[in-house]
């Protein structure tokens, strides 16, 4: 297997448990009208952000590595605000939190290896990083957003900026992929677009009817 096809294969897993946690979202938010956030949606996020790792090793996409790695603690800081993180067994939260930083360990061991690569040989002109970088810096600041807001609230909760900051992300996130040829951002960001909609309609609904979100 070459190491293109590996990558498509870890990047399409990545964007269908993405695809998953916001479909799960939107179906629980439907059912009760409003805005919902499960222990499932931040479970599922950790999973996803893990294999998106493992993928922009894989296209030595330094973007990619320095979003996810961001976004994989502040998904545990949220099943911590959700009271569901020490529900999971010890070794499981063990494993979850030295997992990705043995694995960047690993990789960092050699000059020559593929993080380095990733990091020196990338190979994106800087337009494009820049306009790649603007869409994972707002799809991370998101939930850097989601993090500290949640943190006022005392609960895991998805505002209405965070679906304002996800769709713009998104937008630009797009523009860079179909520059870099990389159908598994462009089919994981467009689906996105439809989600983070009709979950801006919802938070409006919410709004017109007295919510405070």
């Known amino acids: 297997m070459t190491t293109a096809t590996l990558a498509l294969l870890v990047g399409a897993t990545a964007q269908l448990l993405f695809f998953g946690r916001m479909a799960l979202q939107w179906v629980q938010s439907e059912r009760e009208g409003r805005v919902l956030v499960s222990r499932a949606f931040w479970l599922i996020s950790l999973v996803s952000a893990f294999l998106m790792l493992v993928y922009g090793l894989l296209r030595q996409d330094p973007l990619i590595l320095g979003a996810q790695l961001v976004s ?35 990789l960092l061991a050699t000059p020559d290896s593929i993080l380095a690569r990733a990091i020196r040989e ?24 989601q993090w500290l807001y949640s943190e006022r609230r005392g609960a895991s909760v998805l ?3 965070f679906w304002v900051v996800s769709l713009l992300g998104s937008v630009l996130t797009i523009v860079y992929a179909i520059f870099r040829v990389d159908l598994v951002l462009i089919l994981g960001n467009a689906v996105g677009l439809v989600i983070y909609t009709r979950n801006l309609l919802l938070l409006g609904r919410t709004r017109r009817q007295g919510g405070s979100i």
């Open 72 to 106: 994989y603690g502040i998904y545990i800081r949220n099943l911590q605000l959700l009271g569901q993180w020490h529900s999971l067994t010890r070794w499981l939260r063990i494993g979850i939190c030295l997992v990705p930083l043995v694995t960047i360990g690993w």
């Open 122 to 145: 990338h190979g994106i002109p800087a337009g494009w990083l820049l306009v790649g970088g603007a869409g994972q810096a707002l799809s991370l600041l998101r939930f850097v957003y």
């Open 159 to 161: 505002p209405l900026g």
